[in-house]
C-alpha cells in the first residue's frame, strides 16, 4: 500500500516555539505538498516542492518555511508558532506527471498553539 | 491553479437516496478530481475525469463532466452512513500545477 505519513495526529506547542512537521511518503514522489485546513476556510496550499531541494510559495507562505533534503521527506517548518496558525494540517504527494495524477494524502497534523 | 466551487455547502440524505454535488470552475482544464475527507482525516481520490470525457463511473460514483459549462457533478448512489464525509472537487490546470481545494460539501447520511 502507498503511504504519505505524518509524524504527530496530534501536537500542541506554546506560542513562540519552533516547530517541525515531518511528511515521509514511500512511492518516490518528484511532487511534495503542505495544505493547512481550517473550519469554513477549506484546505489552503502553504508550500509545494517539485524537487529535491526545491521549494515553491503556496497562497498562505507567510510564517512558514520548508525543507526538502531527501526526495521522501518533506518537512514543514513554523519558525516561531502563533496562535493563529492552530489549524489541520495535511501533507500530500504525487508524481511527475503533475495535475494529470491523483494526490496522496497524509492523515493530519491537528496542531494547537497554546 | 485554479480552486474548485462545491455546491451545496452541506447536504444531508437518508440512507439509500442519491446524493448529487457540484462543481464549477473558471478556466481551461485538463481534467478534474474527486476526493473525500472524513472527519478530522486526510483526503482520499475517488475519481478523474479527463476534459475530453463526459461521464464516468466507479462503482457507486457517477461523474460528469460539462466543459462548455465549466461544471462537474458527482452522483453517489443508494447512499449509506459510511458514505458521510465532506466531497471536494479540484480542477487540474496544464503543467505541474498544485491542486487548489475550495470548501467542498459536507454530506451526511443518516441511518
Known amino acids: 500500500d502507498v503511504k504519505v505519513t505524518q509524524s504527530s495526529r496530534y501536537l500542541v506547542k506554546r506560542t513562540g516555539e519552533k516547530v517541525f512537521l515531518e511528511c515521509v511518503q514511500d512511492?518516490?514522489?518528484?511532487?511534495m505538498f503542505w495544505y493547512r485546513q481550517d473550519p469554513g476556510l477549506g484546505l489552503r496550499l502553504i508550500y509545494f516542492?517539485?524537487?529535491?531541494?526545491?521549494?515553491e510559495k503556496g497562497d498562505i507562505p507567510e510564517g512558514y518555511s520548508v525543507s526538502r533534503e531527501k526526495k521522501e521527506r518533506f518537512s514543514l517548518i513554523l519558525e516561531s508558532a502563533s496562535t493563529n496558525q492552530t489549524s489541520m494540517y495535511l501533507c500530500?504527494?504525487?508524481?511527475?506527471?503533475?495535475?494529470?495524477?491523483?494526490?496522496?494524502f497524509g492523515s493530519g497534523t491537528q496542531l494547537s498553539v497554546l | 491553479s485554479q480552486q474548485g466551487e462545491e455546491d451545496p455547502q452541506a447536504l444531508s440524505i437518508q440512507e439509500g437516496e442519491n446524493a448529487t454535488m457540484n462543481c464549477s470552475y473558471k478556466?481551461?482544464?485538463?481534467?478534474l478530481q474527486w476526493y473525500r475527507q472524513n472527519s478530522g482525516r486526510g483526503l482520499v481520490h475517488l475519481i478523474l475525469?479527463?476534459?475530453?470525457?463526459r461521464e464516468k463511473h466507479s462503482g457507486r460514483l457517477r461523474v460528469t463532466l460539462d466543459t462548455s459549462k465549466k461544471s462537474s457533478s458527482l452522483l453517489i448512489t443508494a447512499s449509506r452512513a459510511a458514505d458521510t464525509a465532506s466531497y471536494f472537487c479540484?480542477?487540474?490546470?496544464?503543467?505541474?500545477?498544485?491542486?487548489?481545494f475550495g470548501k467542498g460539501t459536507r454530506l451526511s447520511v443518516i441511518a
Open positions: 500530500a504527494s504525487r508524481g511527475i506527471q503533475g495535475a494529470s495524477e491523483k494526490l496522496f
Open positions: 512511492m518516490d514522489h518528484e511532487n
Open positions: 516542492s517539485y524537487d529535491v531541494k526545491m521549494k
Open positions: 478556466t481551461s482544464i485538463n481534467n
Open positions: 475525469i479527463r476534459s475530453n470525457e
Open positions: 479540484a480542477p487540474g490546470t496544464p503543467g505541474n500545477t498544485p491542486l487548489v
